[in-house]
């Protein structure tokens, strides 16, 4: 919630989450992620969506059809959901994202895609505007060749990736819709002295905002993660010299900077914002948003896998059933439990600030 003096509907809805809180009831489908599909066609160092370990997963093994998936899409829409946005893997290569976005945003439903942009030039580029597509999130890790596609680990993915850009961009402008275009970068010690040549970039392309991700390394290999982690001396120089510098170039070229976990203090500088500062707080995404995998199972949210927070599957099971239900009620209890220890909640960082002020204005914190 942003500003200073919510609107009335604002408070409405803050009433309503509050009380659905103190009952553990669902609350209202705001926001669904999903997770369409766990293949990529590139061999990202930092991501491990392309290895031979996940082969034998439900995910792989046995994904929602394209039938299936514009059946979770009516049930979304039927449970009223205002956002969905769309991610992998690779989302491109699942035949259902076109008409998956389609039925989405036929219903008012606004629809945003990540992908790394290689499979979106010509056709599919055109077909996802015009299929109602608003925003799509391109994964950029360098200003060129040499760099990203050192980091992606596939030649060509940089060319293909900036004529992805480039037909959506025009596609837009021939249907006469507004659809935004955003870069998201992993922050990591291959590209960490490219982001002024990166930021440079992106607003040369017409971007108008980029999103930097500190690398988690835990789920890397012991090769990956020395080759990208991030040590102390680099996040000191990336906190107090960088992003700042990030941050003017930005506003100067026209273009957002937005480092995840950060803020700007009225200074000018930046300073993070930590996750624990809502240690204790309920998880707001357990009574307002889910998020469903390939294979059908819905969490939480999509940067955790823990049983304890799995509403069900969507083979067999309506999506309001297993919000609603007693399966949701067991999830949200652990969600709005106090003492919770799951590692990946107590370190979250996406969408910190807003979760904060939020928690604020609904009494959680002072």
């Known amino acids: 919630m942003r500003g200073t003096v919510p609107r009335p ?3 409405d809805a803050a009433s309503r989450l509050l009380e659905a809180i103190q009952t553990n009831a669902f609350c209202r489908l705001d926001e669904v992620k999903i997770k369409l599909v766990d293949a990529c066609n590139l061999r990202c160092v930092k991501c491990g969506h392309w290895r031979a370990s996940r082969r034998g997963s439900p995910d792989r093994t046995r994904p929602l059809g394209q039938a299936e998936w514009l059946d979770a899409a009516s049930q979304m829409i039927d449970l009223g959901a205002r956002k969905v946005k769309i991610s992998g893997g690779e989302p ?7 008409p998956l976005t389609a039925r989405l945003a036929a219903r008012g439903v606004r629809c945003s895609l990540t992908s790394n942009g290689t499979l979106l030039a010509g056709a599919l580029g055109r077909d996802l505007v015009e299929a109602g597509l608003e925003r799509v999130r391109f994964s950029v890790d360098g200003p060129d060749a040499e760099s990203h596609d050192r980091i992606v680990g596939m030649p060509g993915a ?3 990736l900036s004529a992805g850009l480039a037909s959506v961009q025009a596609a837009a402008r021939a249907t006469g819709r507004r659809v935004r275009c955003t870069l998201n970068t992993v922050v990591c010690q291959e590209n960490l002295s490219r982001l002024s040549d990166l930021a440079a970039w992106a607003a040369g392309q017409g971007v108008k905002q980029m999103a930097l991700v500190r690398i988690h390394t835990a789920h890397l290999p012991p ?4 080759r990208l982690g991030l040590t102390a001396a680099d996040l000191e120089r990336y906190e107090q010299e960088m992003l700042p510098r990030l941050i003017a170039q930005g506003r100067e070229a026209g273009l957002e900077v937005s480092p995840t976990g950060y803020q700007v203090t009225e200074a000018g500088g930046v300073e993070e914002i930590p996750a624990r500062g809502l240690k204790g707080v309920p998880c707001f995404n357990a009574f307002t948003g889910a998020a469903v995998y390939p294979a059908g199972d819905v969490y939480v949210c999509c ?17 309001g059933e297993v919000l609603g239900g007693e399966k949701g009620r067991r999830v949200r209890a652990v969600c709005r439990a106090p003492g919770r220890k799951i590692a990946a909640c107590l370190t979250c960082d996406v969408n910190i600030a807003d979760r904060l002020l939020q928690a604020r204005h609904l009494g959680f914190l002072p």
């Open 223 to 226: 090769g990956a993660r020395r």
């Open 92 to 98: 491109a290569l699942h035949p259902a994202l076109v």
């Open 9 to 11: 509907a604002e408070e």
């Open 158 to 160: 940089f060319e293909r």
């Open 303 to 319: 940067h955790v896998r823990d049983r304890r927070l799995r509403f069900g599957n969507l083979r067999g099971e309506r999506l």
